[in-house]
């Protein structure tokens, strides 16, 4: 016999004994009513590491399918990487944040690169938005004896890596080539 779909059953069938909360997961009885919580705050607070990027995630609510899912650090990271415009003549250290540096300096520039690690496989990208880098020499620094294309720093003027016209556009990659670490340039 199928039961219509309305129908409520009260029973008395004992909720097991031994269910117990931890960490962020608590139980809870009340007035006969058992309740399962979920409190982030019960859980321990970091900060992940660049390398284990590919290997942490966090889940988020997919609307679309109406369904919970995982996301890597690294898929994360390669989506929240910005731009920003440079317009300084100082020194310019690269930031996790950074993807896409457009430069328009009126002096020489100096970019210090940071350890390809630290980038999680993620690229950057350097653009003359002002056509000015044939008046203003850049030199791209390495840190950690990382190399650009096999050379300690790589500058405009003096490596001619691809010459000193303006508006040309930059992309390095973090390598590791099994014998020395840090840039390629394509």
């Known amino acids: 016999m199928t039961l219509p779909a309305n129908v409520r059953l009260n029973m008395s069938v004992p909720f097991p004994a031994l269910i117990k909360g ?11 009513t058992w309740t399962l919580g979920f409190d982030i705050i019960d859980l321990a607070q970091g900060v992940p590491t660049p390398a284990n990027y590919p290997n942490d995630f966090l889940i988020y609510w997919d609307n679309a399918l109406k369904a919970f899912l995982r996301v890597s650090l690294s898929s994360l990271n390669a989506i929240s990487r910005g731009q920003r415009l440079v317009q300084s003549a100082a020194d310019l ?60 720093s790589a500058s405009l003027a003096a490596n001619g890596i691809k010459g000193t016209q303006n508006y040309q556009e930059w992309t390095f990659l973090p390598m590791n080539d099994g014998t020395s670490t840090g840039w390629r340039i394509v």
């Open 22 to 32: 931890g960490g962020p997961v608590t139980v809870g009885k009340s007035n006969g």
């Open 93 to 152: 250290p690269i930031t996790v944040s950074d993807s896409i540096l457009n430069l328009n300096i009126s002096a020489p520039l100096t970019v210090t690169l940071p350890a390809y690690g630290t980038r999680a496989g993620s690229p950057i990208t350097i653009l003359d938005v002002g056509g000015t880098w044939a008046a203003n020499n850049v030199t791209f620094a390495t840190t950690g004896g990382d190399l650009v294309n096999g050379i300690a």
